[in-house]
């Protein structure tokens, strides 16, 4: 990359760092959907002044006029402010939102605040459930069922809560500001950074894996839209209104929390509790009582002036949290390996084939512990040829890694060392030429016509210094070790290894490293 580029994306990603996210709660958050018994023993900060049973909302309308989306269109705040306290939000004092640009806010806490401090509560009459809209949109309209059903039969049965959401803005967008939930729509970002709003260019500055991961996203969102043209209860126009569509579909995807239990259960947008940030380290979580009341608490004490950050994913999948949510977190102590051409068989999962362990350190340029197995199973051992005197050395392996046989699995990678060094190196070499020819594609081009080209750039550059660190650790060991010569001990038959490349397989969801 040009040194005039990178200073370029340099102030350019000041704008999308992760201390001023514009994205509140992750869909992949941790929480749980009933308080804990220690949760409801604490005597809060925070008392809920009525019951989730009675509740009363502000349902006069807001008189604002069209909700304006476009991507320059500002956030309108203070309304919304009002609009929570009108209908029964609580905030402990102290908690307030912060914002550097009129963008993206977050919340923060000006006073110290111990360590199991209720410092929100949201009334479940204002929360959005996935599974409250899908009974009172299906009673709506039997077509809402019928796109549902859509859903399932092309394989996205476990977005459906989702849709519910999505379906729910769109309804609630053309009531312009007679809809109760207006001041709530007009605090929503517009200008989005992550998969579903990239152009096709940015697909092809995309390194492999998050390339694919975006795609997953894209699809969501094709999705969507296809099954959407059979509900009737949204325009024709605004179901051809992409920029329309984007904005619902991000809004749901950034901001709504699903239940911690898994794929497909209830989903909910939440007033307020929606403006926590991403953090590696986190403050506070929130989970919802057996009314369906929202609550945040803070899990570790937290001194005054500081952000209240919740868990949006994997801190060490941060291609996941571009791909979802459109920004780069600098403090991910690691990154994925990057390695896509092995299949994701049960043998290979049992060996430590996931994400968020086969990883790269992005400080030290260390490779865990996982990856070393992996390769050294999947593909060293893999080509192994067998003989008599020493046996399946690849069951041997797998065998040792079962039962925590540490010593024979010590000695069988010790055998192989050589070996599965080279391939990691082999893989980190090609993966380092990928990057360079991506940095190519973006040679010249403004950031004003593409902006989601900075942070595009800025994820490469993370994981292309993780990746340097490796080769320049990698390249060392290969050179104490001499070649291949040193590698391969007497009594695992490493001297048998046939060496060469191992062909490349094309990525599919097959292999796909998903939560």
Not at 62 to 88: H, Q, T, V
Not at 468 to 481: R, W
Request: hydrophobic share 35%.
């Amino acid at each position: 990359m040009s040194s005039t580029l990178v200073a370029q994306a340099s102030a350019a990603i000041a704008l999308f760092s992760t201390q001023t996210i514009a994205f509140a709660p992750s869909h992949t958050s941790l929480f749980s959907r009933h308080a804990s018994p220690q949760q409801q023993q604490q005597q809060h900060e925070i008392t809920p002044q009525s019951s989730s049973s009675t509740t009363s909302l502000n349902m006069e309308s807001c008189g604002f006029g069209k909700l304006d989306i476009d991507e320059n269109a500002p956030r309108s705040l203070p309304p919304f402010e009002s609009w929570c306290a009108e209908n029964g939000v609580q905030k402990m004092d102290g908690v307030e939102l912060y914002s550097e640009d009129g963008m993206d806010y977050q919340a923060v806490t000006t006073v110290d605040i111990p360590a199991g401090s209720t410092v929100m509560y949201i009334p479940a009459e204002l929360c959005l459930h996935s599974s409250s809209l899908e009974q009172e949109l299906c009673a709506m309209s039997p077509t809402v069922q019928q796109a549902a059903d859509t859903l399932t039969k092309i394989g996205s049965g476990n977005s459906i809560p989702d849709f519910y959401i999505f379906l729910k803005l769109l309804i609630e967008y053309e009531k312009e500001d007679q809809s109760f939930y207006f001041p709530y729509l007009d605090s929503f970002p517009r200008l989005y950074f992550n998969a579903a709003s990239m152009t096709d260019f940015c697909y092809e500055c995309l390194p492999p894996l998050v390339f694919s991961l975006s795609r997953m996203e894209r699809v969501k969102l094709e999705n969507f839209q296809q099954v959407l043209q059979k509900v009737d209860l949204v325009s024709a126009f605004n179901k051809q209104n992409m920029p329309l569509l984007k904005w619902a579909f991000n809004a749901v995807y950034t901001r709504a929390y699903a239940d911690k239990e898994g794929q497909g259960s209830d989903i909910t947008l939440t007033p307020m509790a929606d403006m926590f940030n991403h953090g590696t380290d986190t403050e506070v979580e929130v989970y919802f009582d057996e009314g369906g009341n929202g609550m945040a608490y803070t899990t570790v004490d937290v001194p005054a002036n500081s952000p209240l950050r919740i868990s949006y994913g994997c801190p060490t999948n941060p291609s996941f949290l571009f791909a979802r949510y459109g920004f780069m977190d600098d403090t991910s102590p690691a990154t994925f390996c990057k390695m896509m051409d092995i299949p994701k068989t049960p043998e290979n999962v049992d060996m430590g084939m996931d994400f968020s362990k086969m990883l790269f350190y992005h400080d030290t340029g260390d490779i865990s512990q996982e990856v070393m197995d992996v390769v050294l199973y999947a593909k060293v051992l893999a080509n192994i040829k067998y003989s008599p005197e020493v046996g399946d050395v690849k069951q041997q392996f797998y065998d040792a890694h079962m039962q925590g046989d540490e010593a024979t699995k010590a000695a069988i990678h010790e055998a192989y060392r050589f070996e599965t060094i080279s391939a990691i190196k082999r893989h980190v070499d090609t993966f380092m030429e990928q990057l360079i020819a991506l940095e190519g594609k973006s040679e010249g081009k403004s950031f004003e016509e593409h902006p989601r080209l900075p942070v595009i750039l800025h994820h490469n550059q993370f994981v292309k210094e993780t990746f340097s660190k490796v080769k320049q650790n990698l390249d060392g060991a290969v050179a104490e070790m001499g070649g291949p010569a040193n590698g391969g001990g007497d009594q695992w038959g490493g001297d048998e290894w046939n060496g060469g490349e191992w062909p490349a397989e094309e990525y599919n969801q097959e292999y796909a490293y998903m939560e």
